[in-house]
């Protein structure tokens, strides 16, 4: 089994800045891809950006430019920063964890972490 924790959310003017992490544990994972997605009250969920274990990037259009998707050299986490918050990116964001799982093979496995609260208000 593999965990993803998540941490960084918070409260935070318009204008203002927050970092996400998202860092995995347990069984020995080879990643494909990790990404964020978020759930504003009263909607889906949806994408934020993703980020490949090639380090190609995929950004929803509303946070491009201002949010910025790395993972670290091992690969076993990934972090979202975000500038220029704005009241319409509060939401639950949540880690997203896509690969191969190592239990006597490799299988794959998709895995979803527990959801930081991020809130823009002033």
């Known amino acids: 089994q593999v965990q993803l924790v998540e941490s960084g959310g918070g409260l935070v003017q318009p204008g203002g800045s927050l970092r996400l992490a998202c860092v995995t544990s347990?069984?020995?994972?080879?990643?494909?891809?990790m990404g964020w997605y978020r759930r504003a009250p009263g909607k889906e969920r949806e994408l934020v950006a993703t980020i490949t274990s090639g380090g190609s990037t995929n950004y929803a259009d509303a946070v491009k430019g201002r949010f910025t998707i790395s993972t670290d050299n091992a690969k076993s986490g990934v972090y979202l920063q975000m500038n220029n918050l704005k009241p319409e990116d509060t939401a639950i964001y949540y880690c997203?964890?896509?690969?191969?799982?190592?239990?006597?093979?490799?299988?794959?496995?998709?895995?979803w972490g527990q959801g930081t609260q991020v809130t823009v208000s002033s």
């Open positions: 347990g069984s020995r994972f080879s990643m494909n891809a």
């Open positions: 997203n964890a896509d690969g191969f799982e190592f239990g006597g093979s490799w299988l794959p496995k998709n895995y």
